[in-house]
């Protein structure tokens, strides 16, 4: 189980645009880390996952 205090943490998301990956990004933001998210380059997939 994860902890909720993640306020002072960084994760990194390898394939955070979609699936598994998106979810955990946004999951992982909502307990308060700092989420930097690798994704392949595609127009507007970033945009998508920082408004989940």
Same mark, same amino acid.
């Given at each position: 189980?994860?902890?909720?205090?993640?306020? /002072?943490?960084?994760?990194?998301?390898?394939? &955070?645009?979609? &699936?598994? &990956?998106?979810?955990?990004?946004?999951?992982?933001?909502?307990?308060?880390a700092?989420?930097?998210?690798?994704?392949?380059?595609t127009?507007?997939?970033?945009?998508?996952?920082? /408004?989940?």
């Amino acid at each position: 189980m994860m902890s909720n205090d993640l306020e /002072s943490r960084v994760a990194l998301v390898t394939g &955070g645009s979609r &699936g598994i &990956g998106r979810a955990t990004c946004i999951a992982l933001a909502r307990q308060g880390a700092r989420v930097a998210i690798n994704y392949p380059r595609t127009v507007g997939s970033h945009q998508d996952v920082k /408004s989940g």
